[in-house]
């Protein structure tokens, strides 16, 4: 009788860990993976009020802006804010994880001030994108393929195109760069503060921020694929960088609290040994706060990288 008792509350025991497991998962997926309109509304507002100082978005507002549409390859739509610089040299800025466009105002300047058009597209599942999936830099590799081809259809100058990205736009900047059918007039990458894996951020997430388990990554990958068709393992910007033919400038602060600097380190290493590439490690500086921590700096790396493997060519 006591061994049965003790097998009964082994059970039950069981079945309550089990209900937390997929309750864990269940949650993780909902607040990590999925994105309501509330949400979306929310990282405007963030984007507009905390990212940007009075001075840039005074600059920003005041300035000629159109907004772009496309469909992507499953079918969704886009959208995109672009600034015309009369230039023949054209920059993609790829935004944070719960962020919208606006977050870019920065950076937007930065790039306008050195003679660059800009186009900030909203992510799927954020801004004005339709979605409610959130891509972590997977899914969007392939719609920047599309924003790409947009702005060759769209421009009578041939234009040479960058790819900036901070956080989860670092990482879907770099999986489109080691895309095969990337563009030929695509020439340089530049990313702040990118995941070297989705699955390792997300699991990090999990472990340093929630306390929960970071195991639950993988329940919350099944979810991903079959709401979302595509699992965080399969993420592996690492990997994907690989691929990559193009100049590499990365930045990463030693201090980041939400994405670890030594996956700078990862991807680093998985990039062609032969590949023109720099990394800046900057002491003292949290997640994506190295423009912030030194603008003159900041922009001067930037610079001096494109004005030797843009500008030259």
Same mark, same amino acid.
């Given at each position: 009788?006591?061994?049965?008792?003790?097998?009964?509350?082994?059970?039950i025991s069981l079945i309550g860990v089990? *209900?937390?497991?997929?309750?864990?998962?269940?949650?993780?997926?909902?607040?990590?993976?999925?994105?309501?309109? #509330? @949400?979306?509304?929310?990282a405007i507002r963030n984007a507009r009020?905390? /990212?940007?100082?009075?001075?840039?978005?005074?600059?920003?507002?005041?300035?000629?802006?159109?907004?772009?549409?496309?469909? !992507?390859?499953?079918?969704?739509?886009?959208? *995109? +804010?672009?600034?015309?610089?009369?230039?023949?040299?054209?920059?993609?800025?790829?935004?944070?994880?719960?962020?919208?466009?606006? @977050?870019?105002?920065? &950076?937007?300047?930065?790039?306008? /001030?050195?003679?660059?058009?800009?186009?900030?597209?909203? !992510?799927?599942?954020?801004? %004005?994108?339709?979605?409610?999936?959130?891509?972590?830099?997977?899914?969007?590799?392939?719609?920047?393929?599309?924003?790409?081809?947009? %702005?060759?259809?769209?421009?009578?100058?041939?234009?040479?195109?960058?790819?900036?990205?901070?956080?989860?736009?670092? !990482?879907?900047?770099?999986?489109?760069?080691?895309?095969?059918?990337?563009?030929?007039?695509?020439? *340089?990458?530049?990313?702040?503060?990118?995941?070297?894996?989705? =699955?390792?951020?997300?699991?990090?997430?999990?472990?340093?921020?929630? &306390?929960?388990?970071?195991?639950?990554?993988?329940?919350?990958?099944?979810?991903?694929? !079959? +709401?979302?068709?595509?699992?965080?393992?399969?993420?592996?910007?690492?990997? =994907?960088?690989?691929?990559?033919?193009?100049?590499?400038?990365? %930045?990463?602060?030693?201090?980041?609290?939400?994405?670890?600097?030594?996956?700078?380190?990862?991807?680093?290493? #998985?990039?062609?040994?032969?590949?023109? +590439?720099?990394?800046?490690?900057?002491?003292?500086?949290?997640?994506?706060?190295?423009?912030?921590?030194?603008? =003159?700096?900041?922009? =001067?790396?930037?610079?001096?990288?494109?004005?030797?493997?843009? /500008?030259?060519?």
């Amino acid at each position: 009788m006591r061994a049965k008792k003790i097998l009964k509350v082994a059970g039950i025991s069981l079945i309550g860990v089990a *209900a937390s497991l997929g309750i864990s998962s269940l949650v993780s997926y909902q607040m990590g993976i999925r994105s309501s309109k #509330s @949400q979306k509304r929310r990282a405007i507002r963030n984007a507009r009020d905390k /990212d940007n100082t009075p001075d840039s978005y005074n600059w920003y507002k005041q300035l000629i802006k159109q907004t772009w549409f496309i469909r !992507a390859e499953d079918g969704i739509h886009l959208a *995109a +804010t672009y600034l015309e610089n009369n230039s023949d040299k054209t920059v993609i800025l790829a935004h944070g994880y719960h962020h919208a466009h606006e @977050q870019m105002v920065p &950076y937007a300047k930065l790039f306008m /001030d050195l003679g660059y058009n800009v186009l900030m597209p909203d !992510a799927r599942g954020h801004g %004005i994108s339709d979605g409610n999936i959130i891509g972590f830099g997977w899914l969007d590799r392939r719609d920047y393929i599309k924003w790409i081809e947009e %702005i060759n259809l769209r421009n009578k100058t041939p234009q040479k195109i960058v790819l900036f990205g901070i956080s989860m736009g670092a !990482a879907t900047v770099l999986a489109t760069a080691g895309e095969t059918d990337l563009p030929k007039n695509v020439v *340089a990458v530049v990313e702040d503060s990118g995941f070297s894996s989705a =699955q390792k951020e997300f699991s990090y997430r999990l472990g340093h921020h929630y &306390y929960l388990p970071p195991f639950l990554s993988t329940f919350v990958s099944l979810m991903t694929r !079959a +709401t979302g068709g595509y699992s965080l393992k399969e993420a592996d910007i690492a990997h =994907q960088a690989a691929n990559i033919r193009i100049p590499v400038l990365m %930045i990463h602060g030693d201090a980041d609290r939400y994405v670890p600097v030594e996956m700078m380190a990862e991807i680093k290493a #998985s990039l062609a040994k032969q590949l023109p +590439t720099e990394s800046h490690r900057i002491s003292g500086v949290d997640h994506v706060s190295s423009r912030k921590h030194d603008p =003159q700096k900041y922009h =001067q790396t930037i610079e001096t990288f494109l004005n030797h493997w843009v /500008d030259k060519k």
